[in-house]
């Protein structure tokens, strides 16, 4: 079990007569993850609406604030058990198999177009041996041949673009190797949230997008862009890619400030500092039946 | 209300060692579609698993098939009831009163680059009134600019490409439309099942698709490719656009016959029959909170 | 005639072994525009070869620069000598009246998919009476649909992109009129230099694209995106798109500063001075028969 | 030296008042390729308008032709001249040492997009050894992972969309290639002709599309589809890709059919029958000066 601590800063000037957010910013309280304290607080009179997405366990704020500036902080706590497992006794998981609430995973999203990928994964990927190894060999290949370079893609940049210009950022990472994944029929999806490796010496922190692929009946976490252990990582919100999941769903004129994030592993009285650490085990946080199923 | 009768005969030749196919052929049980009678037949001794979406209402099959041939015929009848409101009464929803498990349809999906397609939607319909004239309007649109062809797109054609080429099938008419309505932030959303207007007349009867935008607390019916009333509307899925929705997703190594469609319009003993027929009403078959918070 | 006085100042700092580069900068040399004055400098002690392409009057040099800073600064005076006709007597040609070397013009190229957006020009420009004022309302057109905004684009940015987009800059709306020109079998081509709406007040002064249609037997000029005048424009390079007529292309490793562009109208002692004016009259500076076969 | 005898038919029927074609189907004549005779034959009373483009040495006809059925027929019979080279004495020559007329082909074109398969071919090409030997790699690494389908690609089929999607004809393999030459600073360019390859026992015999890539100051052939032997090539059009060198432009409303080719290897009376055959050497039918400079 790992205690991690992180804070989220964000601001923003709203122009307009009003402004609509819909924020996903909150850590997902799962079985995997405790939320041990939080704090939210707005910086205008506004209410917010909270929901749960009963399926994904994302946790959405909706807020309509007014025109000045408008500041959102959160603060959490959370304790996280990884679930680990020796890479060769985890197997994929046959169509027949899969959870009908997983297939979704499978099919291509906005920025994951796995239908048109699949010449490149079964050409590179086809006739190699299934199970996590082949997909830990599909998150090798999406490293090896990206450059992480801050600024080289947008909004709009899908995988089909990370796969021909081959840089791009975290989220361009996640996507590339998520659309590898389903081109294969291997179930994959996009996870935001908080990563350890954001540390004040790897630059200025920031929010995180991983890789979930679903495998031997859970989800194993991976982390093409390298930058963070996958112990070290904060569960914010889960989906099929960028499009379910943005930290902030904007509506209206205003301009956004960059986010504050920061992040920091903390003792537990009882056991002392755990450190993220890279570990030769494949690690997961999510068990594959959804939970209002369990 | 109306009563619809319809039926849908699946072929394949499998070549490989087995197939796996998951289905979406059955008619959707929605408060305003009942299913009076239906009848499934698998043409091989094989098993298969039902599983209904929980927030789709969509009845998926999975079946895993022999080597040879294998066919699938499902029958239905369903009564349909059809709430109608005069089309001023119906205004847009502001995103701060969109229930939350509506927001998905507001995003880009894989075939609906709403995103893209911003600059285009508010150019032509930003100034416009809100409301269910503007939905009509980009419906026209859609109409006017694109020409029904067969054969001028394939599986992987999006909004965009719709767009730019302005040909397409029933499935492209509706992608385009969706995405359009999502730019203006108009939750729209994809709807797969049988027309009444695949008579044979028209040719072959074959499955089609359609859209629904939220409007007014309701989702209503739009029919972009004009080639149905939208009263003779069955439903099958309900998604986000084709890449959830496909009646049919297989995976192994087969040949696919063309479907064989048929629909009537039947005598309710009580009632007679009534025809599908076009209306100056807007149409819904569908309320818009979810069933499973009702 | 109109005599404009122009300067080009380039700088590079190059941390390889060695660049080359190929400039195409200097005022071409056409019957309707000679070169009064000119003067090259380069900031290294490296030989320059130069090269006249016998099809376009391009004047290209080939420089292998060293190590370090390297600059380069033009400086010419030219004489421009207007074609000025009554818009209504001008046609467009048909393909049967072309000349040969012509076209290559109707032809899709790398930044201009014709063959793409040829339904967007049917629908749009299909059915409306031919010649010039066809060519002007694709201009307007255009103008009207794309803003113009520094930083919206980059050196990848297609007609497409523009079209679907609606925003760029003067190139952009060069390339998205020129394809939506093609589309309509009418010959466009992509015209690279300097412009006397490239004023200081209008911010900083920098190369300009523009575009020239072949109608009545000659190369009329259009400026789809209004900066200049069109009788305020120096000719540099002509070409089917941006990738033929780059002013700098550049292979090596170095970095590029800004370029440093300055115009001014100048006094013939013979005549005074004439700034650049719009006028209701079609512009034309070249004549549509090749050089080389006069 | 190789003698070679091909035969052109086409056909098509003109629906509107009437069409204008632009055909490229005649032999080129050049230093390597002579034709000894040929004949041509058009189905209507129509003139034809000839033209030779002086940089290519393209041979183009115009023709207007009238409703109803119109078909052209040609016959030649050349003489090729190979020039045959060890691979390994083949250099790339430097941008610096380059013809300024062959620049054009080191620049992206409509469906050779070498600008964004840049990171591609520095990844997989950057840091192999300079000549011939790299170009070859270039053809096997397009060989390897493309498929040749029939029917899988279209007429907007770039090298872009056959980079992803690994399959095409034998143009798109052609252009693959070229983009990937210019991506590392190669001039490479499109050849259409006639192939022996097109053998009966292949499969009906159709137009062709090569490579030619400029190294050691000439161009050398590559067949990257490897459907024929590189000496079997006849030269019918050159160009930047298929946007220049299409076999027939039409303009008009028409219905064409299949085009009917055949080709035979003829004995030469003083010297036997040579046949067309794979060599270990590389082979260029064209010097690298351009004729008009000569």
């Not at 923003?12 to 009003?18: L, P, R």
């Not at 959490?76 to 169509?95: G, K, S």
């Not at 081109?183 to 922190?205: C, K, M, Q, S």
């Amino acid at each position: 079990m790992i205690r991690l601590q992180f804070g989220i800063g964000l601001k923003y000037e709203i122009s307009g007569t009003s402004a609509d957010f819909i924020f996903n910013i909150q850590a997902a309280r799962t079985s995997s993850q405790r939320v041990v304290t939080e704090a939210l607080s707005l910086g205008q009179q506004v209410e917010a609406e909270s929901y749960t997405d009963p399926s994904t366990d994302n946790r959405y704020l909706r807020v309509q604030a007014q025109p000045g500036t408008f500041t959102v902080r959160y603060d959490a706590t959370v304790d996280i058990t990884h679930h680990f497992e020796a890479p060769h006794r985890i197997d994929e998981v046959a169509i027949a198999n899969l959870p009908f609430d997983v297939m979704q995973y499978v099919y291509p999203s906005r920025y994951c177009q796995s239908d048109r990928l699949r010449a490149e994964a079964t050409r590179e990927f086809g006739n190699m041996r299934r199970g996590y190894s082949r997909v830990l060999a599909i998150q090798e290949w999406v490293r090896q041949r990206t450059k992480f370079q801050i600024g080289s893609s947008h909004t709009g940049t899908s995988a089909l673009d990370t796969f021909v210009e081959q840089r791009g950022v975290c989220r361009d990472f996640a996507h590339l190797m998520i659309a590898m994944c389903r081109a294969l029929n291997i179930p994959a999806r996009f996870v935001t949230g908080i990563d350890y490796g954001a540390a004040p010496e790897l630059g200025v922190p920031d929010f995180h997008a991983y890789v979930e692929a679903y495998l031997g009946g859970r989800w194993y976490v991976f982390e093409p862009s390298g930058i963070s252990p996958p112990t070290g990582l904060v569960r914010i919100g889960t989906g099929r890619d960028a499009a379910d999941v943005s930290f902030a769903t904007m509506f209206g004129t205003m301009k956004a400030y960059a986010p504050l994030v920061s992040i920091t592993a903390v003792e537990d009285p009882s056991r002392g500092i755990f450190l993220p650490e890279h570990s030769a085990d494949a690690i997961s946080t999510h068990h594959g039946e959804m939970a209002r199923l369990g």
